[in-house]
Nanobody, 121 residues
Framework: QVQLVESGGGLVQAGRSLRLSCAVS????????MGWFRQAPGKEREFVAG????????KYADSVKGRFTISRDNAKNSVYLQMNSLKLEDTAVYYC??????????????WGQGTQVTVSS
């Protein structure tokens, strides 16, 4: 069974950066397309970024395009989210998950615990 463990969140001032990590265990990571999602208080969980297992192609939500970068390290069974120029509206709990076509839909019903990102002014 695939397990997901997110880390790297914290409290950061607007305009600064954070790097999130997601360690994946179980299954064969190298053939998983992966994504990051986030859920702000009172809102539904939303897609943030995704990366394909086959060609490394990436997708981003319009709200983070140009600021966030998703990457993966198959040797470490991990996926990362580099977040630059953080804004107050980026405050949320961030989760990783496997994704299925079109690369923005989460695959697993069971989510990890997530990692809290709080952006202050």
């Amino acid at each position: 069974q695939v397990q997901l463990v997110e880390s790297g969140g914290g409290l950061v001032q607007a305009g600064r950066s954070l790097r999130l990590s997601c360690a994946v265990s179980g299954g064969t990571f190298s053939v998983y397309s992966m994504g990051w999602f986030r859920q702000a208080p009172g809102k539904e969980r939303e897609f943030v970024a995704g990366i394909s297992w086959s060609d490394g192609s990436r997708k981003y939500a319009d709200s983070v395009k140009g600021r966030f970068t998703i990457s993966r390290d198959n040797a470490k069974n991990s996926v990362y989210l580099q977040m630059n120029s953080l804004k107050l509206e980026d405050t949320a709990v961030y989760y990783c998950n496997l994704v299925k076509p079109p690369g923005t839909v989460p695959s697993l019903a069971n989510w990890g615990q997530g990692t809290q990102v709080t952006v202050s002014s």
